[in-house]
C-alpha cells in the first residue's frame, strides 16, 4: 500500500497517473499547498521542504516527483512506463527525465513563484520575463525534439512518464496551454508558434486509461 501527499493538478500527478495504470493499491492524500498556509508539522516530518509530492510506502518516505515516478514505473514494469535498464532507449528516458524536472520544471517554477526569487520587492515582473523567454527556449527545443521521432511520444518504444511529465508541466502555465491545445487556432495563434508534436504526445497519452482518469480527476 502506498501513500501518495499531493495536490490536485501539481507534481503529484505523474506518480499518481503510474499508480492508476500500475492498478496499485495507493491513497491519495491532498495537502494545502497555499503559500500562506501553514505545513502540518507531521507533514514536515516526512517532507522538510513542506512541498508535493512525498510517496510513502514500506518503511520508506521518497521525495522528489521524477525520481519517484522513474521508481513506481520500474518497480511495476507491466505498465511499460519505463524502458528496463538493459533496453536501447533507457539513457534517452534519463535524460528526458531529469531535464524535465531540472529545467522545465525549475523554469516554471521561477515564473509562478517569481517573488521568491528575488530580494527586490519590485523585481518580480523582471524574474517573470526572463523565465518566459527561456520557457520559450526549453519548449521550442521539446517540440523539435518531438519531431525527431516518429513520434508521438520521447520514446519510440512507447509512451513513458516523461511524456506524462510533459504533460502534467504544460497544465501550469496558460502562456504553454495555448500553444498547446487545438484552441490556439482560436486564440489566433499562429502555426510556427504552435505546439504540434506535443499537442499530439497529449492527445496519445490520454488512449491509456488509468492516465486520462488521473489528467481529468486532476482537473486537466
Ligand atoms: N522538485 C520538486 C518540486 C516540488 C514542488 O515544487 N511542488 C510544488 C507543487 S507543484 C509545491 O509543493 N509547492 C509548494 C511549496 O513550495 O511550498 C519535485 O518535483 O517534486
Known sequence: MYTLYGSLGAASLTPQCVLEEAGAPYE????????????????????????????V?????MIESAAISIYLADKHSQTQLSPPLDHPE??????????????????LLLKMYSSLYTDDPEG?????????????????????????????????????????????????????QVRILSSSTVANI????????????YAEMLKRPGVAKTFAANGY
Not at 491519495?28 to 514536515?44: A, F, H, K, Q
Not at 533507457?90 to 523554469?107: C, D, F, G, K, P
Not at 499562429?190 to 504526445?201: D, K, L
Open 190 to 201: 499562429p502555426e510556427n508558434q504552435r505546439y504540434i508534436n506535443v499537442e499530439r504526445n
Open 57 to 61: 510506502f514500506d518503511d520508506q518516505v
Open 124 to 176: 518580480s515582473a523582471a524574474v517573470i520575463s526572463r523565465a518566459s523567454s527561456k520557457l520559450d527556449t526549453i519548449m521550442a527545443f521539446v517540440e523539435q525534439s518531438l519531431g525527431l521521432t516518429e513520434g508521438p511520444f520521447f520514446l519510440s518504444s512507447g509512451l513513458s512518464t516523461a511524456d506524462i511529465y510533459l504533460n502534467m508541466l504544460g497544465g501550469w502555465d496558460p502562456a504553454i
Open 90 to 107: 533507457r539513457s534517452r528516458y534519463l535524460q528526458w527525465m531529469v531535464y524535465l524536472t531540472n529545467t522545465l520544471q525549475e523554469a
Open 28 to 55: 491519495l492524500i491532498e495537502v494545502d499547498i497555499s503559500e500562506d498556509t501553514e505545513r502540518d508539522p507531521e507533514y514536515l516530518k516526512l517532507n522538510p521542504h513542506g512541498r508535493i509530492p512525498t510517496l
